[in-house]
Structures are given as structure tokens and as C-alpha cells.
């Protein structure tokens, strides 16, 4: 049992479903290990079915990219922009204020919420 299948209905699941089924998912290498990180203080039971989901998860991994030029308040969140902004990803979905507070158009940061209203998908129930 995988973490998404655990809370299926929830709007985090929701996305990502919606994700992997109609676009081209991509992750960054900062945010695996900061999920394992996670995962191995607040939940280690689900640790081991999180690592199957990545592993089963059709996805492109990019690294983390560090760069003099500051973009976002928060120093740890910039080599995670700058992954993203090379690699040319269009919406990065996030619940982390700095991100959310960027008056970028791309990429675009928005809550799982907006992407869920902004692609028309209905609650799964």
C-alpha cells in the first residue's frame, strides 16, 4: 500500500493522480530526500511504502542547482527554483509561503487547491 492509495481522497493524492495520468511529472532531488527525511523522524512505517511509490512513479529527476542569484527569501528553497527554472517545468505546486509569494509566470507556484480548480477536476468521493 503506497501513501496516496492510504489517503486516496485527499487533495494532495487528487493532484497527483490528475499528474502522472495527464502531464509529465518532474522532481527534484532536494524534495525525495527531504520527504525521506521526513518520513524516517514523523512516520518510518510508511518510509518503505513511500520508497515503492517513488520506484513504481513514472517521473524525471532533476538536481538540485545552486546559484549566486537570490530569488526567493528562503536560502534552501533556491537551488529547488532553480532546478525548476532550468528545467523548464511550468507549475511548481507547493504549500511553502515563499514560493506562493513569487510574482513568477514561469514557473508558476501555486497550491495543490488552485491547480486542482485550474485544471476543472472534481473532487474524487
Not at 493522480?17 to 525525495?32: G, P, S, T, Y
Request: aromatic fraction near 6%.
Amino acid at each position: 500500500m503506497n501513501l496516496a492509495k492510504v489517503f486516496p481522497q485527499s487533495k494532495p493524492a487528487q493532484a497527483l493522480f490528475h499528474v502522472a495520468d495527464n502531464h509529465e511529472m518532474v522532481l527534484c532531488d532536494r524534495n525525495i530526500a527531504e520527504l525521506r527525511d521526513i518520513l524516517g523522524r514523523k512516520a518510518p512505517n510508511f518510509l518503505p511504502d513511500a520508497e515503492v511509490f517513488l520506484a513504481e512513479m513514472s517521473y524525471e529527476l532533476i538536481p538540485a542547482v545552486n546559484h549566486a542569484e537570490k530569488l526567493i527569501r528562503d536560502a534552501k528553497d533556491q537551488p529547488i527554483l532553480n532546478a525548476a527554472i532550468i528545467s523548464d517545468v511550468d507549475i511548481i505546486l507547493t504549500g511553502d509561503k515563499d514560493f506562493l509569494s513569487l510574482e513568477m509566470e514561469h514557473p508558476k507556484c501555486m497550491t495543490v487547491t488552485q491547480f486542482l480548480e485550474n485544471e476543472d477536476i472534481s473532487p474524487i468521493l
